[in-house]
């Protein structure tokens, strides 16, 4: 079955370490996107990339850093820098081409204690 | 301003009712247009694509006015599944970048 895949579902990790989250999609999708949801409020982008070796910034990249060294996978770290890093990370990709639909994972719950 | 603006919620009809959904977007450059539904703590998922034409799938009917920047969602014979957040997506720019508004949320009552 083709899908975006995130991976842990829950992750908990005390203040000041590093976490990566795992994105990884086999639908042959050029753009690839990390979002972070806080408690009702709406999806904020952190980085983008549109192809292979190649991302952009999205509003709130402060904290946070991203690789894209394959098609399927785009990793988002969380350092120690970001100061509220507890949130629900979301991961989605889409084609390259304008008027297509982003397909989302199914998110990491990331809680720092 | 936030590059993309919608309603605040939450909106609070009985089944059957119709609502209807804003949206503005502040930059001319955007290029497409979507709505997404999202249940609590779940994935976005695709409600449907807009167009400068209008579109329609059964009960929902979006629309796109480039000249005003505005999109709209309107639901009709509200279900009590239809209770979820629905959130407004614009494409622009080079980088395909997908900006979200902060969502309006829905809740049907019997």
């Known amino acids: 079955d083709g899908g975006i895949t995130q991976s842990p579902k829950y992750l908990f990790r005390k203040e000041g370490q590093n976490v990566t989250l795992s994105c990884e999609q086999n639908?042959?999708?050029?753009?690839m996107y990390w979002y972070r949801q806080d408690p009702g409020q709406g999806l904020r982008l952190i980085y983008y990339?549109?192809?292979?070796?190649?991302?952009q910034k999205g509003d709130i990249a402060e904290g946070y850093s991203v690789s894209r060294e394959k098609k399927e996978s785009f990793p988002l770290t969380v350092t120690s820098a970001q100061k509220n890093p507890t949130a629900f990370y979301l991961c989605a990709s889409k084609p390259g081409q304008m008027n297509t639909e982003a397909f989302f994972g199914q998110g990491t719950r990331l809680t720092v204690v | 301003r936030k590059e993309v603006e919608q309603d605040p919620g939450p909106f609070n009809v009985p089944e059957g009712a119709t609502v209807a959904f804003n949206c503005t977007y502040s930059?001319?450059?955007?290029?497409?247009f979507f709505w997404y539904r999202q249940d609590c703590r779940k994935e976005p998922k695709l409600l449907m694509s807009?167009?400068?034409s209008g579109n329609e799938d059964g009960r929902f009917t979006a629309q796109l006015n480039r000249a005003s920047q505005y999109i709209s969602l309107l639901i009709r014979d509200s279900k009590l599944s239809d209770s979820a957040t629905y959130l407004c997506?614009?494409?622009?720019?080079?980088?395909?970048?997908?900006?979200f508004g902060a969502g309006t949320r829905l809740a049907v009552h019997p």
């Open positions: 930059n001319s450059a955007s290029q497409s």
């Open positions: 807009v167009y400068s």
């Open positions: 990339s549109q192809i292979v070796n190649d991302f």
């Open positions: 639908l042959n999708h050029d753009a």
């Open positions: 997506v614009v494409t622009r720019g080079g980088y395909n970048k997908l900006i």
